[in-house]
């Protein structure tokens, strides 16, 4: 083989023949490498989505904290936090009391004499066979008050009620009619050695609440021992009673129930025990109620205040930086909330929380002083203003009414958080148009890609056979030379 021939044959086979050339060309490895580039800025859009959607839950959140911290201002703003008392009574087994807000500061004596009763009648025993029929006729129950036990007054205006029995009825089906039939006084059987005896009773305590009982006998005899008449002759009756309790030892006072309502203005009084000596009932401020209110305002500013703290801050040795931070709307809540706090209130001898007590620590968190708060709240109603007193004037108005006034705009349909969310959300919706449109990009960019990979795929098979020819010539041609 000469030197021309020999040279041809290696540039042949350098060419034609170089690895990863030909037939066995990865197509689908080298179109998703190039895939993959493309891909690049949908990346960056699906973090950025990531991004956005964590800000709209951090918001999310920071709203939630601003609701509680509302209700928490509501609350401090509310007189009835104010104007809460708290009752106590030295023997409250016998006598306990309540007072509705507002109610001066006081202190009374109380002693229970006589706890309320409601009537009671027991028939005399029925000598039969249990379930035997008393004969017929009708029971009339008519409600009014006994004065002795022989002079009964009607209540005015109200009739009585009557209830037809029945020849077969027994005494239980009797006790049954009159409980159905709403008259103001309840019914049972008992059953003792004796017989059955029908018990009533009526559903109110209260001398005004008393009944009497009168039968109207079949056989034409309504007061013996025969039938229903056996329900009046031997009864025994209970007579209703009122309430009766002495105030200071010689104000005397009665209720037709065990409970006592304004005989001391605001204050009520529950007979529980007749009582031997007097009890002492005492009506102060409740300062518990206060203090409770004060320290889950506190709680809820510093939850808010932490979150935000923690979201805005810029971390300088590691530079890190949190989810909100430079967000100028986050960071103008922070300053909006701390500048509430630094302002100050007319109409009370408190001008800033600190002067009760409260105050900002390192990182803007709320701390209280308890003993500062409890000697500040026995002062009057200072405190009181400190934090609702209306003014008028947003800058001047107490602590609480400014934040509740703040928080109920931002929560408002088109407050802050609103308007924030609605921003955030038309950021992701953008952000998810710019995806879909580089998905379909890529998605045409890989079909083209597979299109020329693959023809060239077929073009390097057809040189490969081209190859594989001329290397079969060429040797021929050596042969045929030598």
């Known amino acids: 083989m000469d030197v021309d021939s020999l040279a041809v044959q290696e540039f042949l086979m350098a060419t034609i023949s170089s690895p990863g050339i030909g037939s066995g060309l990865d197509v689908k490895s080298i179109v998703s490498q190039l895939v993959a580039l493309e891909k690049q800025p949908l990346t960056k859009l699906q973090v950025q989505a990531a991004t956005v959607s964590t800000r709209i839950s951090a918001f999310g959140q920071i709203k939630s904290l601003i609701s509680t911290l509302s209700d928490a201002a509501g609350t401090l703003s509310s007189l009835t936090t104010w104007n809460a008392v708290s009752t106590t009574s ?41 379930g035997t029929a008393l004969g ?24 009585a009620v009557d209830v037809t029995v029945l020849a077969t009825d027994s005494v239980t089906e009797i006790a049954s009619k009159i409980n159905s039939a709403s008259a103001g006084v309840s019914a049972t059987v008992l059953n003792d050695a004796a017989g059955e005896r029908l018990l009533l009773r ?21 007061d013996d021992a025969t039938g229903l008449s056996r329900l009046v002759s031997g009864a025994s009756t209970q007579y209703a009673a009122n309430a009766a309790a002495t105030i200071n030892g010689s104000i005397p006072v009665t209720s037709a129930t065990n409970t006592f309502t304004n005989v001391i203005s605001g204050v009520t009084l529950t007979a529980k025990e007749v009582m031997t000596s007097a009890a ?60 509430i706090l630094q302002s100050s209130t ?7 929380l600190a002067d009760i007590g409260i105050t900002q620590q390192l990182g803007g968190d ?16 200072d405190v009181r203003n400190l934090f609702r007193i209306d003014n008028n004037n947003e800058l001047t108005n107490g602590v609480a009414r400014k934040f509740k006034t703040f928080s109920v705009g931002l929560l408002a349909t088109d407050g802050f958080f609103s308007s924030k969310d609605a921003s955030l959300k ?30 060239l795929d077929v073009q390097l098979s057809s040189l490969n056979a081209l190859n594989a020819y001329i290397t079969q010539q060429v040797t021929q041609w050596n042969k045929s030379t030598a």
């Open 90 to 130: 030295s023997n409250a087994t016998a006598v306990s009391a309540s007072a509705i807000g507002g109610t001066a500061s006081n202190s009374f004596s109380a002693q229970v004499t006589v706890l309320a009763k409601a009537q009671s009648y027991a028939s005399a025993a029925l000598p039969l066979p249990t």
């Open 202 to 222: 009526s559903t109110s305590t209260g001398e005004s609440f008393g009944f009497s009982l009168s039968v109207t006998d079949s056989d034409g005899v309504h």
């Open 426 to 455: 038309r950021s992701l919706d953008l952000n998810s148009k710019d995806q879909q449109r580089v998905n379909e990009k890529i998605t045409r960019v890989e079909a083209q890609l597979n299109r020329r990979y693959s023809a």
């Open 366 to 381: 709320l701390a209280v002083d308890n003993t500062k708060l409890t000697s500040a709240l026995n002062s009057g109603d």
């Open 346 to 352: 007319t109409g009370s001898a408190y001008t800033r």
């Open 280 to 339: 002492e009932i005492t009506v102060a401020q409740d300062q518990g109620v206060m203090t409770t209110a004060i320290n889950k305002f506190v709680s809820a500013y510093n939850a808010v205040n932490q979150i935000l703290e923690e979201a805005t801050k810029y971390d300088p040795a590691t530079k890190s930086a949190g989810l909100l931070q430079g967000d100028a709307t986050a960071i103008g809540l922070q300053r909006a909330l701390r500048g």
């Open 136 to 159: 017929g006729g009708t029971v009339s129950i008519q409600l009014g008050k006994w004065t002795n036990p022989t002079t009964f007054a009607a209540t005015a205006g109200v009739a």
